[in-house]
């Protein structure tokens, strides 16, 4: 009766100057669990939330390592985001051998928009259904960006997406102006703070659902899971401990 | 007993290259020619030198080519053999670094990186029998620390204190060994200079494809600079007194 004619692919603009299918795929990314990524002059780090899905399952990963300069985290469907990490590290790798230098990340970042972008703009083919924050070191530092199905790039200095993912953006709002002369451990530890405003009630960031990685000058791309987690976990609850004496 | 002779039937013949028949030859060897670039590092830098000679065999044919040229803002590159071939490479090094500034990122292509992209189109020619017919010096400051290093027509490479092609490699590196290697970081650039008029004026003493007006260029944190053409004092008196081949 009232079915929407224009959404049926990403090429079919609607009256009102809309493409469906490209707010669908965005929608796709705040299905996911949250992720959150910040910076300070010397580190940029993305810390995740994973999920299972059911008791006897292990937890999806989350973030992953493209070079030693470079790293990802995903929100959305995981199996987009592995043909573009694959991609990523593709491309880290031609660099590497043709100049002998590491992939800058902006560029990384926006060939992987262009693709996002091409996959709305022909018809038969579909928008990714993820969204991705990438982190990475390169001559101009350490840097953060999110990519998103529409193919829109942006660079920020601390940033959420995924599920619930507002509240994150609200911490960091109010925090990212303390960000710049932070140490690795403290960046890490406001980032699982903000992540932890995302998670639903009842719900704990733990050993088992917690992903954290980092990369920064002379730090390679590092990702920590399970009982490493566990130093920046008892972290979360010191400073906690802390605020409420 | 007489030799045994073998007889071809007629109707056999040796398979001959033409433009339309056989393998492809003309880049077989080289045909217009650069001779000998040398190269050090000093106190501030690197510098370089190379005459302004292209020859066609033993005649010297063109006698104002540019053999240094600059790549990006912190590299120095010089050639010697085939110069249609080092017009190829300055044509791949151009497009390279336009698509570097369309990025427009700031982000700059480093010595490093210009040596390593240059050695591997050299070897990715010489694989496919096909090589570009030039000995390639690349030199400059990546981030501060300097940077010098040879590739040729095999993408054979090597990095070191003091560099000379061709005839150089005879009869300059044993000065630069002597004069500069262990003084890398001390030489100034007035001693450099001297150093390097000194070599070049060896060479067109003793190497019949090399001319009396030549290039110096340098690189340092100021960025690349190649100077105009220039002479060097020589002294032919000795001459007279040679008669026939020497010895």
Same mark, same amino acid.
């Given at each position: 009766?009232?079915?929407?004619?224009?959404?049926?692919?990403?090429?079919?603009?609607?009256?009102?100057?809309?493409?469906?299918?490209?707010?669908?795929?965005?929608?796709?990314?705040?299905?996911?669990?949250?992720?959150?990524?910040?910076?300070?002059?010397?580190?940029?780090?993305?810390?995740?939330?994973?999920?299972?899905?059911?008791?006897?399952?292990?937890?999806?990963?989350?973030?992953?390592?493209?070079?030693?300069?470079?790293?990802?985290?995903?929100?959305?469907?995981?199996?987009?985001?592995?043909?573009?990490?694959?991609?990523?590290?593709?491309?880290?790798?031609?660099?590497?051998?043709?100049?002998?230098?590491?992939?800058?990340?902006?560029?990384?970042?926006?060939?992987?928009?262009?693709?996002?972008?091409?996959?709305?703009?022909?018809? $038969?083919? =579909?928008?990714?259904?993820?969204? +991705?924050?990438?982190?990475? /070191?390169? &001559? #101009?530092?350490?840097?953060?960006?999110? %990519?998103?199905?529409?193919?829109?790039?942006?660079?920020?200095?601390?940033?959420?997406?995924?599920?619930?993912?507002?509240?994150?953006?609200?911490?960091?709002?109010?925090?990212?102006?303390?960000?710049?002369?932070?140490?690795?451990?403290?960046?890490?530890?406001? $980032?699982? =703070?903000?992540?932890?405003?995302? +998670?639903?009630?009842?719900? /704990?960031? &733990? #050993?088992?659902?917690?992903?954290?990685? %980092?990369?920064?000058?002379?730090?390679?791309?590092?990702?920590?899971?399970?009982?490493?987690?566990?130093?920046?976990?008892?972290?979360?609850?010191?400073?906690?401990?802390?605020?409420?004496? | 007993?007489?030799?045994?002779?073998?007889?071809?039937?007629?109707?056999?013949?040796?398979?001959?290259?033409?433009?339309?028949?056989?393998?492809?030859?003309?880049?077989?060897?080289?045909?217009?020619?650069?001779?000998?670039?040398?190269?050090?590092?000093?106190?501030?830098?690197?510098?370089?030198?190379?005459?302004?000679?292209?020859?066609?065999?033993?005649?010297?044919?063109?006698?104002?080519?540019?053999?240094?040229?600059?790549?990006?803002?912190?590299?120095?590159?010089?050639?010697?053999?085939?110069?249609?071939?080092?017009?190829?490479?300055?044509?791949?090094?151009?497009?390279?670094?336009?698509?570097?500034?369309?990025?427009?990122?700031?982000?700059?292509?480093?010595?490093?990186?210009?040596?390593?992209?240059?050695?591997?189109?050299?070897?990715?020619?010489?694989?496919?029998?096909?090589?570009?017919?030039?000995?390639?010096?690349?030199?400059?400051?990546?981030?501060?620390?300097?940077?010098?290093?040879?590739?040729?027509?095999?993408?054979?490479?090597?990095?070191?204190?003091?560099?000379?092609?061709?005839?150089?490699?005879?009869?300059?590196?044993?000065?630069?060994?002597?004069?500069?290697?262990?003084?890398?970081?001390?030489?100034?650039?007035?001693?450099?200079?001297?150093?390097?008029?000194?070599?070049?004026?060896?060479?067109?003493?003793?190497?019949?494809?090399?001319?009396?007006?030549?290039?110096?260029?340098?690189?340092?944190?100021?960025?690349?600079?190649?100077?105009?053409?220039?002479?060097?004092?020589?002294?032919?008196?000795?001459?007279?007194?040679?008669?026939?081949?020497?010895?």
């Amino acid at each position: 009766m009232f079915r929407n004619n224009y959404d049926n692919d990403a090429s079919t603009w609607s009256p009102q100057g809309r493409i469906f299918q490209v707010e669908y795929a965005s929608e796709a990314v705040k299905q996911g669990s949250a992720v959150v990524g910040l910076k300070s002059k010397e580190h940029v780090v993305l810390v995740a939330v994973k999920r299972s899905p059911n008791e006897l399952a292990s937890y999806q990963k989350k973030i992953v390592r493209i070079d030693d300069h470079m790293g990802i985290a995903m929100a959305g469907l995981t199996s987009d985001a592995r043909v573009l990490s694959n991609y990523l590290r593709s491309e880290a790798m031609r660099s590497k051998m043709i100049y002998g230098r590491a992939l800058p990340v902006g560029r990384a970042v926006n060939a992987i928009g262009d693709k996002a972008q091409t996959n709305t703009q022909e018809y $038969g083919r =579909r928008p990714y259904g993820v969204g +991705l924050l990438v982190i990475g /070191q390169d &001559d #101009t530092g350490p840097h953060l960006y999110e %990519f998103s199905p529409s193919g829109i790039v942006s660079e920020y200095y601390a940033y959420s997406i995924g599920a619930r993912s507002q509240s994150a953006r609200t911490n960091l709002e109010r925090n990212y102006e303390k960000f710049e002369d932070m140490s690795l451990q403290e960046l890490v530890v406001h $980032g699982l =703070r903000a992540l932890r405003d995302t +998670l639903q009630q009842g719900k /704990q960031l &733990d #050993t088992l659902n917690t992903s954290i990685g %980092f990369v920064g000058k002379d730090t390679k791309m590092t990702i920590l899971d399970g009982e490493n987690t566990q130093a920046y976990l008892d972290l979360l609850d010191e400073g906690e401990a802390m605020e409420t004496e | 007993m007489d030799p045994i002779e073998i007889r071809l039937p007629h109707t056999i013949q040796r398979p001959k290259a033409t433009p339309n028949y056989g393998p492809r030859t003309h880049t077989t060897r080289p045909i217009v020619t650069g001779t000998s670039v040398i190269a050090f590092k000093y106190k501030d830098g690197i510098m370089m030198a190379a005459d302004c000679l292209a020859s066609y065999g033993s005649l010297a044919r063109f006698r104002n080519e540019k053999r240094l040229m600059a790549v990006g803002e912190t590299t120095l590159l010089g050639v010697s053999g085939d110069m249609s071939d080092f017009q190829h490479m300055q044509h791949t090094l151009e497009s390279i670094l336009t698509q570097e500034y369309d990025m427009d990122d700031g982000q700059k292509l480093g010595t490093k990186s210009v040596y390593k992209c240059i050695s591997n189109i050299m070897y990715n020619r010489r694989t496919k029998v096909d090589p570009l017919w030039n000995s390639y010096v690349i030199g400059g400051l990546d981030n501060g620390e300097k940077i010098l290093g040879y590739v040729d027509l095999y993408g054979t490479t090597y990095q070191s204190a003091t560099i000379a092609t061709g005839f150089g490699g005879h009869l300059a590196q044993p000065i630069l060994r002597r004069r500069v290697e262990g003084r890398e970081d001390e030489l100034s650039e007035e001693e450099a200079v001297q150093i390097l008029d000194e070599c070049m004026r060896v060479l067109f003493y003793r190497d019949a494809r090399s001319l009396n007006k030549l290039r110096r260029a340098k690189v340092t944190a100021q960025g690349v600079e190649i100077s105009e053409p220039y002479m060097l004092e020589t002294n032919w008196s000795f001459a007279e007194s040679i008669t026939g081949y020497g010895s």
